[in-house]
């Protein structure tokens, strides 16, 4: 809260979450971050999106719990927003924390994403620090590890009904050829200062 957002468009996310926007956070789990961007920034309006009903029963006791009122969980596909639909053209700012890698249908969740953003919004994807080839992550200080926790966990879980399963070394290369599929014309990729573990897809239309 204190580091990313702040690092966002130099600053200018920050002074647009101060005023009022409109906020999606796709794949929010149970909310932890949907809530504490709700918290900082009371005038905006926060909509956290995940598939998983059962995650946002619990986000939403974590927001009666903290008392926030600026914040709604929905539960949708987030590749079935790839359609016109009521949330179209609806957020000025749509966050993706460790989402997309673990989709089963990961580029119509970002044209989903595109869909629902408006013509001068914006996108963060925050992904997994990695190169696309193998031979690139080779010199990775956690790369072993990496690869294994996405076997465990990414790839199934991205399998599941003939999903694509990129798994969480899907890489650099591979997530702006993806971007750009979706339709995204400005995909600036940034490190993110203390973390090391991901990076910053910073997307405009
Ligand atoms: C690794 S978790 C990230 C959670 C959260 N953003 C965080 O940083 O704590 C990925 C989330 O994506 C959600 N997800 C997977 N497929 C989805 C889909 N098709 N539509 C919406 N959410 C999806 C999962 O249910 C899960 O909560």
Not at 147 to 171: E, N
Request: charged share 20%; hydrophobic share 45%; glycine share 8%.
């Amino acid at each position: 809260m204190d580091v990313f957002l702040p690092s966002v468009d130099q600053g200018r996310l920050v002074a647009a979450l101060k005023r009022g926007i409109a906020v999606c956070d796709l794949g929010c789990a149970q909310g932890v971050a949907t809530i504490l961007m709700a918290q900082a920034f009371p005038a905006s309006h926060f909509t956290g999106i995940d598939i998983s009903a059962e995650a946002l029963e619990t986000a939403r006791a974590n927001a009666r719990e903290a008392g926030v009122d600026n914040i709604v969980f929905e539960s949708r596909d987030a590749a079935e927003l790839r359609h016109p639909n009521d949330l179209s053209a609806r957020f000025d700012y749509v966050t993706a924390f460790d989402a997309i890698h673990d989709q089963t249908q990961p580029l119509e969740a970002l044209q989903g994403i595109y869909e629902i953003l408006k013509a001068d919004g914006a996108f963060s994807m925050i992904d997994i620090a990695a190169d696309s080839d193998i031979d690139g992550n080779r010199d990775h200080p956690m790369g072993a590890f990496l690869y294994t926790v996405s076997l465990m966990h990414c790839m199934p879980v991205g399998l599941v009904d003939g999903g694509a399963g990129l798994g969480m070394m899907w890489g650099r290369q591979q997530a702006e050829t993806m971007l750009a599929q979706a339709g995204f014309g400005q995909v600036t990729v940034e490190a993110i200062p203390n973390d090391p573990f991901n990076l910053h897809f910073y997307c405009k239309k």
